[in-house]
């Protein structure tokens, strides 16, 4: 199973954004980006099934919560910017 990773603002964005989520029946939790994917040095994240990811970035859109970025995980861990 691929994940895909939505960015958020703060730790609190991320964990609102994963309560919406769960609420509309998808699988979220939050992950720590890793630093050099982010443009402050810390940064946290939305990890949803990666075919879930345009769902997912709709549903945090209308509720507010805009995706910064989106990226992918691979299987081996790393993080790459999605395609």
Known sequence: MANA???????TYAQRAMRVLN????????????VDLTDSGCGHAVRVEQKHLDRSVAL?????????????????GDVIPCP
């Open 5 to 11: 990773l939505i960015a958020c603002r703060s730790i």
């Open 23 to 34: 609420n509309a029946g998808l699988r979220a939790s939050i992950r720590r980006l890793p």
């Open 60 to 76: 945090m859109k209308s509720a507010g919560f805009a995706a910064r970025y989106t990226f992918c995980e691979k299987a081996n």
